[in-house]
């Protein structure tokens, strides 16, 4: 996650020049973003709760709302935020080219060989300012999910109104698996890209200076 610029004194000299990698609505949309899933996931647990679709539920203490309809309402208003946010996102990401420069190419190939190194603690980190294979891989599967929680959110939020995408994704009760199993992808991801900026406060730093 990208915020302030800062120094580390034992780094090397950065030039008064210095400037973020993450341009400033890059980084307004991340924390936009952050709140708003973040007020979606708890809330959307609380609706779960109402109707579970496995043999648990969640705790009241990670639970946002109190009740069904008090959840229903913070889920709708986070959505809205979300989808704002996220839509203005994904237009400035294809207009100024961020996503081509960004995402692509993704190769098998590379994806293979930056796992690989990941795992053996040999990724390079020369230049931060490029996504390897594997950050290449998880920002693009994110955004894909991210669209896709939307949509059958939607789906079950209006089945009769929008029965036809309620049916694309094989009626209500498959648009609500669906929707949990990317809730989950987005949860592991925040999970794993906190846990990295917590256990790798140098790439971290590094990351957040630009070269």
């Not at 973040?38 to 959307?44: K, N, R, V």
């Not at 705790?59 to 203005?88: C, D, E």
């Not at 693009?140 to 109104?161: D, E, N, Y």
Request: hydrophobic residues 55%; positive net charge.
């Amino acid at each position: 996650m990208s915020s302030l610029a800062v120094r580390d004194e034992h780094a090397a000299p950065v030039s008064s020049t210095t400037k973020m990698i993450q341009p400033a609505w890059v980084r307004i949309a991340h924390w936009v973003n952050a709140v708003a899933m973040i007020l979606m996931i708890m809330s959307g647990w609380q609706i779960y709760n109402a109707s579970p679709l496995f043999n648990f539920t969640f705790s009241r203490s990670i639970t946002l709302g109190g009740w069904l309809g008090g959840a229903l309402l913070w889920h709708f208003a986070a959505m809205w935020l979300l989808m704002v946010n996220g839509l203005v996102y994904l237009v400035l990401g294809f207009v100024t080219g961020r996503f081509r420069r960004k995402l692509l190419p993704i190769t098998p190939a590379g994806v293979i060989s930056d796992t690989k190194a990941a795992l053996t603690l040999k990724l390079s980190h020369d230049d931060l300012a490029k996504y390897n294979y594997v950050q290449k891989l998880l920002y693009a599967g994110i955004i894909i999910v991210g669209v896709i929680i939307v949509l059958s959110g939607l789906s079950i939020w209006k089945p009769v109104q929008l029965q036809w995408l309620t049916a694309l994704f094989g009626g209500y009760d498959v648009a609500r698996y669906v929707h949990f199993i990317c809730m989950a992808l987005i949860v592991a991801f925040l999970v794993v890209h906190v846990a990295l900026a917590i256990l790798v406060p140098r790439s971290l730093r590094a990351m957040i200076i630009g070269r």
